[in-house]
């Protein structure tokens, strides 16, 4: 008779959840400065995009959350202990993705973040 093991919750759980959060919270703190250069540089336009100016305030709460969800993942990815044989994370193809996203997170983050400082070359 085989049994299988339950899969184990704690350090050595899958890093996307965390990576989601992560994006997630950059892109929302990018809504008010990034958001309405990009719209229209591809063609989107309206008075709504103004609007975004007020999501402003909440910049730095969800800068410091993708920070610390990025953080996070982080150490889940590159720091955690090996994953079981059965989990997505233990193959190759689910790190690659993990670092990927992760990578792409990071960069997010600091487009948001070094935004203010070349904002004036694009206006």
């Keep these: 008779m085989h ?3 339950p899969p184990t919750q704690g ?5 996307s959840p965390v990576l989601g959060a992560a994006i997630f919270a950059a892109l929302v703190a990018s809504l ?15 008075a709504w ?3 975004l100016t007020a999501f402003e305030q909440y910049q730095p709460i969800f800068l410091a959350i993708a920070g610390l969800a990025l953080f996070m993942a ?17 193959t190759p193809e689910g790190k690659h993705a993990q670092k990927t996203v992760f990578v792409m997170g990071v960069i997010l983050l600091v487009v948001v ?3 203010p400082l070349v904002a004036p070359l694009f206006y």
């Design 49 to 51: 995009i103004g609007q």
């Design 3 to 5: 049994t299988e093991k």
């Design 74 to 90: 982080w150490r889940m990815i590159w720091r955690a202990p090996v994953c079981e044989d059965d989990r997505a994370c233990a």
């Design 11 to 15: 350090a050595s759980s899958s890093a």
């Design 113 to 115: 973040l070094g935004f």
């Design 32 to 46: 008010c400065c990034v958001a309405p250069l990009v719209l229209v540089l591809i063609g989107v336009s309206g």
